[in-house]
């Protein structure tokens, strides 16, 4: 019976200095063992792999004569450096849908050809699938801190980021803006109370009283709530949104 396929095969030290690694029984050598550079070209072709149904990649088997690609650069953003970018669930989704993005529109290309000209193109994109301009302008960001995030990781110069900085945001009128959002009136809220489930009412009312985010609130567990004082209780959360800024 023969032996199943591992759907992650190791990445290996080859006599030769480099790191290989062997897919569907071919050997790809992916440049100096241990640099940044042949884990990102490890990490693509794992996906490449994976997605062929466990089939060798059909890419050259002297990765490490090839530049690294923006597929390589996404497939490392997305192993080491998604969790660590944010801790917030919604940020991740939008950044894993950024990488995706970036690989769909340029993923065979160069990661070191990847400029201000090209980011512009990915923002054109969100302008002309409807997206408001401050969204553009974030998304847009977000893909600048993809490629910080690169340089820390050395896999493309810092120069380069520096470059993509130039792209200065959608100002007023290159792009539709949403109507400011405006704050609920009082009166409709407390006409809508007596309408609501019990406990959502209570949070409603608890936002009313503390100005805390929605999502604080939902987290919110016993342990957080500090009831020695009697009445005045004291809510001690253990994460919150702005914790980094101490």
Partial sequence: MPRPKKAMPSYRYHISGQAVVTLGGKDYYLGPHNSPESHAKYLALIGDYQRNGLRAPDADSHQSDKLLTIA???????ENGLQRITTSD???????????????????????????????????????????RRHANE????????????????????????????LENLKDGEAFDNPPREPADAKTVGETLPLLDKVVADMIRIQLATGCRPSELFSLVPAEVDRSNGEAWIIRKRSHKTQRHG
Wanted: proline residues 3%; charged residues 25%; contains cysteine.
């Fill in 139 to 166: 998304q847009t960001s977000k893909i600048k801190r993809i490629f910080k995030w690169a340089v820390s990781r050395e896999l493309i110069d810092a120069n380069q980021w520096v470059s993509l900085q130039t």
């Fill in 72 to 78: 390589g650069l996404v497939a490392d953003f997305r």
């Fill in 90 to 132: 919604n940020h991740r989704s939008a950044f894993a849908n950024l990488a995706t993005l970036l690989v769909d529109e340029f993923g065979d290309s160069p990661a070191k050809e990847f400029g201000p000209r090209k980011l512009a193109e990915l923002r054109s994109l969100f302008v002309a699938s409807g997206n408001c």
